[in-house]
């Protein structure tokens, strides 16, 4: 072996080790926050459209299926409609009016989605990144 494709054999071990130590760990990760923040956003529109038929409606009391964690549901009876509590991040909670709520949600739906749309850009650039190591490795691999 010549000292050239010895040091292009290097060079191909390095990219690969590139590409499954940093790069798609990396893109793993991008992916899982932009997931989980798409899911928040499903969430606080599925919030947004039970306080506008909260709104339009006008009831005085509510028959529901609540959600109490992992998929599990409950059925429920809200007796007053007046007040919701909302979420608001980071494990805290607030008591607010219907209209307060809608005001809220939108506007964290806002910051929700352009926050998602980073994440996708991001898992975007991680993605080209790969490729263009992967186009590497081949060019290496068909000069050997």
Do not use: C
Not at 108 to 133: G, I, M, P, S, Y
Request: aromatic share 6%; proline share 1%; charged share 25%.
């Amino acid at each position: 072996m010549t000292s050239d494709s010895e040091s292009s054999a290097v060079a191909l071990q390095r990219y690969i080790a590139f590409v499954e130590a940093v790069l798609r760990p990396q893109l793993k990760q991008t992916l899982a926050h932009r997931d989980a923040l798409a899911q928040e956003v499903h969430e606080y529109q599925e919030l947004s459209e039970l306080l506008q038929e909260l709104t339009h409606s006008k009831l005085q009391s509510l028959h529901t299926l609540l959600d109490i964690g992992e998929r599990f549901h409950v059925r429920a009876k809200v007796d007053d409609t007046s007040l919701v509590t909302v979420d608001i991040g980071l494990n805290f909670h607030v008591e607010m009016t219907v209209p307060e709520a809608q005001i809220f949600v939108q506007k964290h739906l806002f910051h929700l989605t352009e926050k998602r749309n980073k994440w996708q850009e991001k898992a975007r650039e991680v993605a080209d990144h790969v490729n263009l190591v992967l186009a590497s490795i081949q060019q290496l691999a068909a000069l050997q």
